[in-house]
Structures are given as C-alpha cells and as structure tokens.
C-alpha cells in the first residue's frame, strides 16, 4: 500500500476529525500532496492541497477556514485537520500525490490511498 488514509469516522455536526494518511518514500517525497472527497453519484471534489516544503497550502472555498492541511515530512504522512464540520462534509475522503502542478485537478494526481469515511450527523 502506497498511501495509506486513516481517521474517519462518524462525529456530529460541529465537531471535529484528523484525518492522517501515510505514504511510501517514493509516493510523497517532493511532492505535492492533496485531500479530496466523494459522494455516491458525484465526482471526486478537490478539497485541500499543500506543497512539498508547506510553503503553499490550498483549500476548496466550501472548506476554507474550517479546514487545517499539514504534513510531516520526517513521518511521511500528511494530516487533515477538519473543525466545525457540517453534514455535507459527509463522504470518503481520499488522499493522493502529484508530481504535477494543477493543485485542484484530481488527474493530475498519479497515487491515491484507498479513502476513509467521514459521516457529519446532523
């Protein structure tokens, strides 16, 4: 397994999750990283990316403020700090890495984990 997300679950609104996903060396070395979520009968949505060194980080407007992305080079593994969440933050959140610029574009991304699932109750 090459990217591995873990931390799902089912919380209710407002509350909070991290998510964590932990990648291979040759899956996120020097490479961007993102977060994206899916619902049944949707396309996968972009939800938040952040660079190799975490100088840039970016967030769907839908998430902006709520939201938190890190990374933790040394552990391999990137995070994905979710706040207030509301219902329609419920889907399988995936993460994947590119080595391509196009932060928002999913097919730009070449290796995704397996997906956690996030159900926000109401």
């Known amino acids: 397994v090459q990217l591995q997300a873990s931390g799902g679950g089912l919380v209710q609104a407002g509350g909070s999750l991290r998510l964590s996903c932990a990648a291979s060396?040759?899956?996120?070395?020097?490479?961007?990283m993102g977060w994206f979520r899916q619902t049944p009968g949707k396309e996968r949505e972009f939800v938040a990316a952040i660079t190799w060194s975490s100088s840039n980080t970016y967030y769907a407007d839908s998430v902006k403020g709520r939201f938190t992305m890190s990374r933790d080079n040394a552990k391999n593994t990137v995070y994905l700090q979710m706040n207030s969440l509301k219902p329609e933050d419920t889907a399988v959140y995936y993460c994947?890495?590119?080595?391509?610029?196009?932060?928002?574009?999913?097919?730009?991304?070449?290796?995704w984990g397996q997906g956690t699932l996030v159900t926000v109750s109401s």
């Open positions: 994947a890495s590119s080595a391509s610029y196009g932060y928002s574009d999913y097919s730009k991304y070449d290796y």
């Open positions: 060396g040759r899956t996120f070395s020097g490479r961007r």
